[in-house]
């Protein structure tokens, strides 16, 4: 989006004096401070790179805390992990066509995962039907995602055995944003590994293509037939 479309930002009373409480208070953490400080700028009237060039930031990390905020107001901001702790990417992968949506959160609750399923929904063609295949987690079976199903019955989510991998697809994109994203980079902070998260995401996209077997199901099973050979001789 470029900044001549963005969707103005208008804050309440409270909400302004809750920014600019969280943007001056010396106990604040760092990095609210700083979204803090993004949120008032960007309803200054400002656009993202006029905002980026005032804090010393780049227009990526405007764009997405300006978003955050529209979409969540305070909470959006807010919503931290604890120190060390991680934020969790959950991805969504397209298996016929190899794209990936993904969402950054500080934890996997239950409304996290609805709030994933309203994101894969936005991205959905009209009128087509979802299938989801997730692991058995129990945010993905509770009331909150459930009442959401109902309500959108075209989605359908399948569960994976228990203690089984069914979502190999899914591993191996993790194995790749790994080996091509997470061991090259050097990340300061959550917003810097959050930047560079989303846009290696961007750029799979942009030459997306779908994760396909090289061997048959003959081949596989006989290579896993030689192998519970060798480990079931003596010494193993």
Known sequence: MGDSRL???VLSEDERLVLQGWAKRRTTAQGLAKR?????????????TAVAARLDTDRGTVSRWRTRFLQRRLDGLSDEPRPGVPRTITDALNTATGKVIGR???QHRAVDFRDFLDEIDRQT????????????????KAPVVHKWLLAHPLFELHFTPTYSS???Q????????QRRCLERGVFCSHDELE???ENWIKTWNEQARPFKWTKTADQTIDRICRYCDRISGPGH
């Open 7 to 9: 969707q103005p930002l």
């Open 36 to 48: 803090a400080r993004i949120v008032l700028a960007c309803a200054d009237g400002l656009n993202n």
């Open 104 to 106: 950054l959160s500080a």
């Open 125 to 140: 063609d009209p009128g087509l039907a979802a299938h989801v295949i997730c692991d058995n987690l129990s945010a993905h």
């Open 166 to 168: 069914w979502i190999n």
């Open 170 to 177: 899914v591993e191996r994109w993790f194995a790749e944003l």
């Open 195 to 197: 930047t560079a998260l």
